[in-house]
């Protein structure tokens, strides 16, 4: 049987921690794996669990997001498919933002009035997983929930940075905080498998992933005029309503700051990576580029998108992205190269001098890059050096920011010829 339901992929507000990922366009619409967007993931679960009816809500940057949804999820005229941007917008009602998750969702019932669902599958736009949603929503029915969570157990190092909950031996939620102090995490551990016990993971944290029922949101939404999920609408609907959890216990990450998006990314090029790319299909724009051109090069552990001229000397343990170029010489390691939108035209490239300004796209000869996401579109000349590391401090200049050791080009960004980034306690302004 199929169940009607809805999805809506949130797609977050300006996401600060991001930055500067997030300078130029919306949290989900940032690059990941060389040649998807992290809108991708959640749509792609949902495609791959047989709903096909989403709507994704954003707000801030929202254009390069808009122009990924069109050219990419397009449905035969002979279905009831559709992924549609939702944003905010200014009406006779009001003209203020979404002002939290549950606010988002509130301001765009008009949108769901004359569509035929059951319940709706509410899910974030800044995760790493893989997931059939199936099982999730038959327990939310045979259980005859309101409000279904899913849930997986994270360590006390972690669980400041979600929602942590407990339930009884019926899978009720009888209790929930969100982010919780450490020194308050004692009396929040749960009785997790031995697996995840000898783990450390003993504390059941919310995935942002919820089922409702449509009558329990449409109450819910009308009685709580809470902004959000997490801090204000599901504790009151713990007391009110039957609030389950469902426990998940695979591969998911919160790709909420530039270090976990980072280890998230390098994780991909693992062996055997906890996060397969192989296993799901994950649905993007398609492509029609050349296949890649790679002289001279020692690749190790190495994920290489469409389109790509390597030259490069030495290459390992990074993602390098569609259309990517590197000169000869070149080292790169622990590394996210997110590639260029569009080649140069012929006439415009020439051979890199000490004296050219700016540098062609793409990184030059005899650079070492570590530790370094390069967003769209650098340029980056001969001879340059960037290394993170924990010897860096958070900072932020015209060309790159630091954070948390990772070192990022911004989009556009323009590094000369032989700047060095890393080599002192504090980088040096270009």
Not at 171 to 180: D, L, M, V, Y
Not at 228 to 237: C, K
Not at 343 to 349: G, L, M, P, S, T
Request: charged residues 25%; proline residues 3%; contains cysteine.
């Amino acid at each position: 049987m199929t169940h009607k339901v809805i999805s809506i992929v949130l797609g977050g507000g300006r996401g600060k921690r991001l930055y500067p990922l997030t300078e130029k366009r919306s949290k989900p619409a940032v690059p990941i794996g060389g040649k998807y967007r992290l809108v991708d993931i959640a749509i792609s679960n949902c495609l791959n669990s047989g709903y096909n009816r989403i709507f994704v809500l954003t707000q801030f940057n929202s254009a390069s997001l808009n122009q990924h949804i069109k050219n990419t999820y397009n449905f035969s005229f002979f279905s009831n498919g559709f992924v549609d941007i939702l944003a905010a917008e200014q009406t006779l009602e009001g003209d203020r933002w979404f002002e939290g998750t549950a606010d988002a969702v509130r301001r765009i019932d008009k949108y769901l009035q004359g569509i035929d669902y059951d319940y709706v599958l509410i899910l974030s736009g800044d995760q790493l997983y893989q997931m059939d949603y199936t099982p999730l929503i038959d327990f939310h029915i045979n259980k005859r929930a309101d409000i279904t969570i899913a849930t997986i157990p994270v360590t006390g190092r972690e669980a400041s940075g979600f929602g942590i909950l407990k339930t009884n031996e019926n899978h009720r939620i009888t209790s929930f905080i969100e982010k919780p102090q450490k020194e308050d995490l004692g009396s929040w551990v749960s009785e997790v498998s031995r697996e995840m016990h000898q783990q450390g993971r003993t504390f059941l944290a919310s995935m942002g992933i919820y089922v409702f029922s449509k009558s329990s949101l449409i109450s819910l939404l009308k009685e709580n005029q809470g902004m959000d999920f997490g801090q204000e609408i599901i504790p009151y609907a713990i007391n009110k309503l039957r609030v389950l959890s469902f426990e998940c216990t695979g591969y998911w990450t919160d790709i909420g700051t530039i270090r976990s998006f980072f280890e998230a990314n390098i994780g991909l090029t693992d062996d055997v990576p906890s996060f397969d790319l192989s296993k799901e299909k994950i649905f993007t724009r398609a492509h029609l580029f050349p296949p890649s051109k790679i002289s001279g090069t020692i690749l190790s552990n190495i994920i290489l998108a469409e389109g790509c001229i390597i030259n490069a000397e030495k290459m390992e343990r990074s993602i390098i992205g569609l259309r990517s170029k590197i000169g000869k010489g070149t080292v790169i390691k622990r590394a996210y190269l997110m590639g260029i939108d569009s080649y140069e035209r012929q006439k415009d490239v020439t051979k890199i001098t000490d004296t050219q300004q700016p540098p062609p796209l793409g990184v030059g000869e005899r650079c070492y890059i570590e530790n370094a996401i390069l967003d769209k579109n650098c340029r980056i000349g001969n001879d340059v050096f960037i290394q993170g590391g924990n010897h860096l401090s958070d900072a932020d200049f015209e060309s790159y920011s630091i954070r948390d050791g990772i070192v990022i080009v911004k989009r556009d960004g323009i590094i000369k010829n032989g700047v060095k980034i890393g080599l002192h306690s504090q980088p040096m302004e270009m």
